[in-house]
């Protein structure tokens, strides 16, 4: 029996094959999965977490043409947004329609992920891709230590921007630029996004997407040489 670098000891490793193996269960991977299921394709489709979206790491909106793309249930829609302002210091500030939606972005992906499965892909939580033995094998690992040895005849990495299988691929990982975000209380109802854009947020802005009585806040930039 292997044992990975912590030590811990690993289950034997099992064999699987498919015709599509998606990594990575978010809005592109499960739209993937599931056009591939619905052609008649052998789909498996693996995510690192436990539940899929979770935790949320977008501002949560959507333009009003995605829900044409598919039957959005009710639930996930927090409110509609008319237009996108845009702020900038010193001049006034810039507004453009943008009609679109709020949404809860951690039930928006598990309905696709769901729509996928209903469509015949196999979903794998708590997996990941860890191993490229070959283009056409590729090892993956559940957090209990089990591991499985898919044969697939195409892989899709839509595991995000620190991609796994992109660095397979030799494609490098993309620069960077770190952001935060929270929940604050809105002082008064708004049916616009928010974009500010400053001289101190360097390659970056800053954002404010209304939710309701809430709103979802951050700032992302690349910070100054030297400062971390």
């Known amino acids: 029996m292997a044992r990975n670098p912590s030590g811990d000891a690993e289950r034997e490793t099992e064999d699987s094959a498919c015709d599509v193996l998606v990594v990575g269960a978010g809005p592109a991977g499960s739209s993937a999965a599931r056009a591939a299921a619905r052609e008649g394709a ?18 949560g909106y959507i333009p009003a043409l995605l829900l044409n793309e598919g039957r959005v249930d009710p639930d996930v829609l927090v409110q509609p947004i008319r237009a996108m ?5 010193g ?14 972005r951690d ?12 469509a015949g892909a196999r979903l794998l939580l708590s997996t990941a891709a860890v191993e490229r033995r070959d283009a056409h094998t590729i090892i993956l690992k559940h957090r209990t230590g089990r591991r499985l040895r898919v044969k697939a005849a195409v892989v899709i990495g839509a595991d ?33 996004t928010e974009v500010f854009l400053e001289p101190g947020f360097r390659a970056g802005y800053g954002w404010l997407f209304p939710r309701g009585g809430e709103a979802n806040a951050g700032v992302g930039f690349r910070p100054l040489p030297g400062v971390t």
């Open 91 to 104: 001049s006034r500030p810039e507004e453009m329609a943008a009609p679109g939606y709020i949404i809860r």
């Open 107 to 118: 039930r928006f992906d598990q309905g696709l992920a769901a729509s996928a499965e209903q």
């Open 85 to 89: 302002k845009t702020l900038l210091s």
């Open 160 to 192: 995000g921007p620190r991609s796994t299988v992109a660095g397979w691929t030799g494609a490098g990982r993309p620069s960077l630029i770190p952001a935060v975000q929270a929940r604050v209380a809105l002082a008064q109802p708004m049916d616009a």
């Open 42 to 59: 052998i789909v498996v489709m693996v995510d690192r977490r436990r539940v899929v979206g979770v935790p949320v790491q977008c501002a």
